[in-house]
């Protein structure tokens, strides 16, 4: 599967948009993990069909309610299928 990382800067954090994401992610068929970073962003990893990791990152572009997306880096990592979808603590 395509597989993805997705660098998410604006307000990202305390709002909620790791648990957002991980629903949208399970709607769409992608495996993968979200955490917050120290530097304040969210990073992403996906994997999932073409199709599926672009209807995925227009959600993410959208956010939950509270949240703002100032600007989303992707970068295409190898081909890798995860399993399930997990919000990384740290």
Do not use: C, W
């Not at 509270?66 to 970068?75: L, S, W, Y």
């Amino acid at each position: 599967m395509p597989a993805r990382r997705y660098i998410v800067t604006g307000r990202v954090q305390g709002v909620g948009f790791r648990y957002f994401v991980k629903t949208i992610a399970e709607a769409f068929d992608i495996s993968g993990s979200v955490s917050n970073r120290a530097d304040g962003g969210v990073e992403i990893v996906a994997a999932g069909t073409p199709e599926n990791l672009r209807a995925f990152k227009e959600q993410v572009e959208l956010g939950p309610a509270g949240a703002r997306v100032d600007r989303i880096e992707t970068e295409h990592l190898p081909d890798e299928r995860y399993r399930g979808f997990a919000i990384v603590r740290q």
